[in-house]
């Protein structure tokens, strides 16, 4: 099977479930997202903020250059929801999250196809020789179920 | 890259999916699995005969045999939840699940890694020619996402 191949399906899986999740968070308005999902959990605007931070920590994970929201790891990966005061807008949120996924899919789409089994930033060269399949590409296999997760969340607001 | 190091990337996702969803189960007792994930929307035995169904579908649509639960599908995948009086016993979809999963591992440890590169049952021929990411890999890496959507509701509980 060719790696052109290989990367189409799992590429193809991630955008589908970029493409849930904007049609959900499409169909809620900026009050909706300050509800929470089920009674005492996560707000919408919570996982918003945090898989906007997951995916941007994508870009210096998979060596594709510097990230544009650290600021976003304290009040939505650090921190649980409803301990941080200040928190961005939901409307900026939306914004961040439109460009991190642009970044990526700009970056995926100047990729060649080996370029996605070479190593992410999280392993080691002597790691990485005994144990290839901790590859980029398998990093998004990894944030595409962790979208699918939280799109799952989303919905029930 | 190697086949089988692909098959082997998108069968640990799965089985880690498989893993987070028996942990999340094994947790929730019988009666807890009654209540509802979110007020008003799907209760978690739904959501074990769901993926149950769709998971036990897997067989004959990967080509692997004849599934085993095919009465699942009126209750758990064309009806909605609390539309159907007489559902089976939450100990009985709990041991249902665990055979499916357990006869799909069986199946996927049997497999050639190019096997997993064929084409599955609900594509045609000559679809499958022009199209030949339609493969039983494919399908795995779609269920398991489905899997990860519905483990994050199942934890809400």
């Not at 991630?14 to 300050?34: C, G, N, P, R």
């Not at 990526?104 to 144990?131: G, I």
């Not at 944030?143 to 799952?152: D, F, I, M, P, Q």
């Amino acid at each position: 099977m060719s790696n052109q191949l290989i990367v189409k399906m799992v590429l193809d899986a991630w955008y589908s479930k970029i493409k849930d999740a904007d049609k959900v968070l499409d169909m809620l308005s900026d009050e909706q997202l300050m509800h929470e999902i089920s009674p005492g959990r996560n707000r919408g605007i919570y996982l918003l903020g945090h898989l906007t931070a997951v995916h941007d920590r994508l870009v210096p994970l998979l060596d594709l250059g510097e990230r544009l929201y650290p600021d976003l790891d304290e009040p939505f990966l650090t921190q649980p929801d409803k301990t941080v005061a200040n928190l961005p807008s939901a409307s900026i949120l939306r914004q961040e999250w439109k460009n991190t996924n642009e970044i990526l899919a700009h970056h995926f789409n100047s990729m060649e196809p080996d370029d996605f089994f070479r190593k992410h930033n999280a392993v080691s060269v002597e790691a990485f020789e005994k144990e290839p399949h901790r590859n980029r590409l398998n990093v998004i296999i990894s944030r595409t179920n962790h979208l699918a997760s939280h799109v799952g969340q989303l919905i029930l607001i």
